[in-house]
């Protein structure tokens, strides 16, 4: 079974500034996908950024940018310029391709972006 | 194009009153997918279905019916409510073809007494 861990409950960062969240994950996979969706207030999940494990290349979004180590199973979201509106759950998780898209979650981890 | 629509918003239930969540998307996707969302937890996965007529059990399906008689409808019953389904349930779709890309609906908040 695939397992996501997100060990932070809570986050601060200023306005501007960059802030990283953590993920770690356990599979005994090869290939597969690894996501962060945003939950805002609305309780809305909006997909952030996605990386395929076979990809090498570290996924970027305009000011959303991942380090995946795939031999140490760890997938964290690097914000850079935070903003107001970053404020928001954020979620890690995992899909296996040709799974019938099962996704797995993590806890989530709340990021609060202060004036 | 409406995406992935969920009703109700929010209800209320009485512990053993019966309900269906309705989800429907306008997309034509095969997959689509009940999770719930618990204080504290990520979304977990109830029931998936990948084409009309197609569902199977996901992590946590038990107190909960799904059929898919149609590609655009996935509705949820809930047969006996129960509080431990106190939950938030979100509904998402998405391709066969780009099965890692999913549409999420607004959600649908559930309380039960």
């Known amino acids: 079974a695939q397992t996501v861990t997100q060990s932070q409950p809570e986050m601060s960062v200023q306005e501007a500034e960059t802030v990283t969240l953590s993920c770690t994950y356990d599979?005994?996979?090869?290939?597969?996908?690894l996501f962060w969706y945003k939950q805002p207030p609305s309780r809305q999940m909006i997909l952030v950024i996605r990386?395929?494990?076979?990809?090498?290349q570290n996924a970027t979004e305009n000011r959303f940018s991942v380090n995946f180590q795939k031999a140490a199973k760890s997938f964290s979201l690097k914000i850079s310029d935070s903003q107001l509106g970053d404020t928001a759950m954020y979620f890690c998780?995992?899909?296996?391709?040709?799974?019938?898209?099962?996704?797995?979650f993590g806890s989530g981890t709340k990021l609060n972006v202060k004036p | 194009n409406a995406g992935v629509t969920q009703t109700p918003k929010f209800q209320v239930l009485k512990t053993g009153q019966s309900m269906t969540l309705q989800c429907a998307q306008d997309?034509?996707?095969?997959?689509m997918s009940w999770y719930r969302q618990d204080p504290g937890m990520g979304l977990r996965l109830i029931h998936y279905?990948?084409?009309?007529?197609?569902?199977d059990q996901g992590e946590v399906p038990n107190g909960y019916n799904v059929s898919r008689s149609t590609t655009e409808d996935f509705p949820l019953r809930l047969l006996s409510a129960a509080p431990s389904q106190t939950s938030v349930y979100f509904c998402?779709?998405?391709?066969?073809?780009?099965?890692?890309?999913?549409?999420f609906g607004p959600g649908t908040r559930l309380l039960v007494l």
């Open positions: 599979t005994s996979e090869s290939n597969y996908y």
């Open positions: 998780a995992f899909m296996k391709p040709y799974n019938f898209n099962k996704f797995y």
């Open positions: 998402a779709s998405s391709t066969d073809v780009d099965a890692e890309t999913q549409y």
């Open positions: 990386q395929e494990a076979y990809k090498q």
């Open positions: 279905s990948v084409g009309a007529g197609i569902t």
């Open positions: 997309m034509n996707h095969e997959y």
